[in-house]
């Protein structure tokens, strides 16, 4: 039987891609808006899993796909057309008729730089963690079996783990080209495997960082300023590969403290971001409130 192969046809949409198969891949079309949508078909259920996947159409011979705005399709498309043509050779169903049992989804990670250069992104079409987890050292990561086996190499300095990636600060020893894919093969092996991520009794030291849900004591000011990072900065800032949180205001000099974590520690262009991008923000947001925003751990 021949394998399946999809060649990629740009749209008249620039966030719709087509993935055009040498066969007929199944009667009738199918949208799917969202995962909930998705639930009786594990191809486009995967799919979701890809942060900057916004809507899958299925239909004939191909499958289209609509991305956010976070990425190019250059960047990312390539990568996409494997992990579809794998699932449709495994042989994976496409969409399950009512009551028909869903099948193991096979489990794929992807890189993506970052503008940090020491630090890459490897996102998983599974979610990895519910919340965010920061190991500066592998003392830091005694309860996070991926996070203490991660240290086993050398290079690894640091390392961020999100709800669907994991983002490693390697230190100067090497250079990415000669120790990706490695990494990626160990960290795909490690989620197929079905291991713990990170001990369910784990609790990490509290960093002070506040969430809008840990807001409700806080001043007005500073709970404005949690909800814009929270609606505004964090999506962009999780898509390079790190997080920012909230520390605290400093009404008389107008001061905004923030941490910074994954590849936004210590990144050249951080600077650049905080003052150029989420300083100006906050003061158009909050006239008259923000002097300026400074990060604690920068």
């Not at 807001?215 to 949690?226: E, F, G, R, W």
Request: with cysteine; proline share 4%; glycine share 4%.
């Amino acid at each position: 039987m021949e394998a399946i192969s999809l060649k990629i046809e740009k749209t008249s949409t620039d966030a719709i891609i087509k993935f055009t198969a040498n066969t007929v891949l199944i009667n009738g079309s199918y949208q799917f808006n969202n995962i909930d949508d998705a639930k009786n078909s594990p191809l486009a259920q995967q799919l979701f899993h890809l942060p900057f996947i916004k809507r899958v159409f299925i239909s004939a011979n191909f499958v289209a796909v609509e991305r956010f705005n976070i990425v190019e399709w250059s960047d990312v498309e390539e990568e996409v057309k494997e992990q579809i043509e794998i699932y449709l050779n495994n042989p994976g169903v496409l969409v399950l008729e009512e009551n028909e049992p869903q099948q193991k989804t096979p489990v794929e990670v992807y890189t993506e730089k970052t503008p940090n250069p020491s630090v890459l992104k490897f996102v998983a079409n599974k979610k990895l963690v519910t919340t965010d987890f920061e190991f500066k050292t592998i003392e830091d990561a005694q309860n996070a079996p991926l996070a203490t086996e991660l240290y086993n190499f050398p290079f690894v300095k640091e390392i961020f783990i999100s709800e669907n990636y994991v983002s490693i600060t390697k230190n100067d020893s090497v250079e990415w080209e000669e120790i990706m894919i490695e990494v990626r093969s160990f960290i795909k092996q490690f989620i197929a495997e079905e291991k713990e991520i990170v001990s369910s009794t784990f609790k990490q030291e509290k960093t002070e960082a506040v969430t809008k849900e840990t807001a409700t004591n806080l001043d007005d000011v500073s709970k404005q300023i949690v909800s814009i990072l929270d609606e505004y900065v964090k999506p962009a800032v999780a898509a390079d590969g790190g997080n920012i949180a909230f520390q605290s205001y400093e009404p008389t000099t107008q001061t905004v403290h923030v941490i910074l974590q994954g590849a936004c520690s210590g990144c050249p262009s951080s600077t650049i971001t905080l003052k150029n991008g989420i300083e100006n923000m906050l003061k158009q947001l909050i006239p008259g409130k923000i002097g300026q925003v400074v990060a604690i751990n920068n």
